[in-house]
């Protein structure tokens, strides 16, 4: 006596059920999925976190955060940093 498997080939399951197991999505699975992503900010938000993100390099107790004293009185920002404040204005200023 053989015994045969009946599957049908086809996925029954739910999407919810296939994304708790961790099945892979395709690529247009993942595309089409915009729900959880956050919209853009404002040209005035990215200015105005620009603006902060500056003011907190000029002060001499926050800048520790987005760089490295070279000496007494020499502080070099990290490269990152400052691409970043240029990418933000720059975003900005191109939407205006």
Known sequence: ?????????????SESEKQLLGER???TDRR?????????PSNEQLLLFARRLRRTMRDEKGRAFLGVAVGEQDFSFYPEVIRLVEWIESLAGAES
Do not use: L, N, W, Y
Not at 33 to 40: H, I, Q, V
């Open 1 to 13: 006596m053989t015994i045969r498997e009946r599957r049908s080939g086809i996925d029954a399951r």
């Open 32 to 40: 089409t999925d915009r729900k959880s992503a956050k919209p853009m």
């Open 25 to 27: 999505r395709s690529g």
